[in-house]
């Protein structure tokens, strides 16, 4: 079950909706899980933890970045989009360092057509080793 508010989008490109998950809520921070324009999809930052859980999944960078893009798809299924449909990831590591370990685990998730990408490094809350953003197409 998912919860959503509409308006209309400047530009006429369509419906604008806030969409929050009760399966996939966090927190009841101030912001959206998703938002929909028309047939994009903008997925918020998604860290390695599972669902309903306060703790990132253990086993370093690998298992969260798994974890994050399990995450990601489960969020975009929800949603009516799916891997194969992402246009764009955001991949935000807490160590720069753990580049090709992350990269290593991300192929997976997206074997055959690559969305475009950035990558860069920062602070994450949690002490989280990784976060992703991503944009996708919606049925």
Do not use: W
Not at 122 to 135: R, Y
Request: net charge negative; hydrophobic share 35%.
């Amino acid at each position: 079950m998912f919860f959503g508010c509409n308006q209309n989008a400047s530009g006429g490109s369509g419906k604008l909706q806030y969409l929050q998950s009760e399966a996939h809520a966090q927190s009841d921070a101030p912001y959206s899980q998703a938002v929909q324009v028309g047939d994009m999809l903008y997925l918020s930052g998604v860290i390695g933890r599972k669902p309903g859980e306060a703790d990132l999944a253990p086993g370093g960078i690998t298992a969260e970045t798994r974890q994050a893009l399990t995450n990601v798809k489960n969020l975009l299924e929800t949603y009516g989009s799916s891997m194969d449909k992402v246009v764009k990831c955001m991949c935000m590591l807490g160590d720069i360092g753990d580049y090709a370990e992350m990269n290593a685990e991300y192929k997976k998730f997206f074997p055959d057509n690559r969305p475009a990408r950035s990558t860069f490094g920062v602070t994450l809350p949690l002490n989280a080793k990784i976060e992703i953003e991503c944009m996708a197409k919606v049925d």
